[in-house]
């Protein structure tokens, strides 16, 4: 018979929360951001990711024996977002605010074009299919490797490599014909 | 420098990370600290108001389906935001009643959420 382990005091699983929160706020605001497209959206998206983190945190901990939670949390959020759309019967807006990619001042042409460019980009990632547009955001806005994404994707590594290098490709193929077509 | 690894280069920098807005930082934060026992507290001064008045009668049973103390601080803290949001001016009592109906509001959403989870 097997027995379940002991309780950990709330007050320490409090403060390693704490932490993760700490650690993670600006990865799983950037991932509810990119999914999302504006700041209000991805602002309750980031607040429910980590209410619903802490509801399961201990479990989570438990469960992962030592390995890092980001994945689990990303993949919180992942989960929170599909609700969304399906909620809403809404896709992402494709125009992400202008905010990201405008922001800094444009003195040259060279700089206008390299912005048209990144615009192209922050375009095209909203044609491809869901699962290749979150590969390309946890790879890119957050850095997380291809185990980490395959474990917040449910994926095998081998699955993940072969995900991320043809949602590459595909969009590298859409931002061309943009470019063609302007 | 090859095409692709150029247009990851691109990639990185369309895709950069976006720092959350420092108000966002401080309300996750303060709700988090104040989850267990706020919530608890709040909902249960709720249901007691609501009671009084019969056409309220069966959201406070929504309520305590709902029940945990991350639903109940997810329910405050998004009334809240939504009264801060609106931005009427009013009486206290016009206030507690729109905050009351904010909270029902959620609280019926959060169970709706639940009970499509289950299913």
Do not use: C
């Amino acid at each position: 018979m097997t027995s379940s382990p002991p309780a950990r005091p709330k007050a320490e699983l409090d403060q390693e929360f704490s932490q993760l929160y700490r650690s993670h706020l600006r990865d799983v605001y950037s991932y509810s951001y990119y999914r999302v497209g504006n700041h209000h959206d991805a602002e309750d998206l980031t607040e429910q990711t980590f209410l619903q983190a802490y509801r399961h945190f201990e479990r989570a901990q438990r469960e992962s024996e030592g390995r890092p939670l980001r994945p689990w949390l990303i993949r919180i959020a992942h989960n929170l977002a599909a609700n969304y759309y399906r909620d809403r019967s809404r896709r992402p807006q494709t125009a992400i605010d202008d905010a990201t990619v405008l922001s800094a001042p444009h003195d040259t042409e060279a700089v206008v074009e390299g912005r048209d460019e990144l615009q192209r980009i922050i375009e095209g990632i909203h044609d491809l299919p869901d699962d290749r547009r979150e590969a390309l955001i946890m790879r890119f806005a957050l850095g997380m490797d291809n185990r980490e994404i395959a474990r917040a994707l449910g994926r095998s590594d081998g699955a993940t490599k072969v995900l991320l290098h043809r949602a590459t490709r595909q969009l590298e193929q859409i931002v061309r014909e943009r470019e063609e077509a302007t | 420098m090859s095409e692709s690894v150029e247009f990851e280069l691109l990639l990185r920098r369309a895709l950069a990370p976006i720092d959350p807005p420092a108000d966002l930082a401080d309300r996750v934060e303060t709700t988090l600290a104040n989850l267990a026992g706020l919530a608890a507290d709040e909902l249960e001064s709720w249901e007691l108001r609501s009671m009084r008045d019969p056409r309220n009668w069966v959201r406070p049973a929504a309520a305590v389906v709902v029940g945990g103390t991350a639903g109940a601080a997810l329910v405050l803290l998004r009334a809240r935001r939504r009264s801060r949001r609106r931005g009427r001016a009013g009486s206290a009592w016009d206030a507690a009643e729109r905050a009351l109906h904010d909270v029902f509001g959620e609280t019926r959403r959060l169970l709706d959420d639940e009970l499509r989870l289950r299913r």
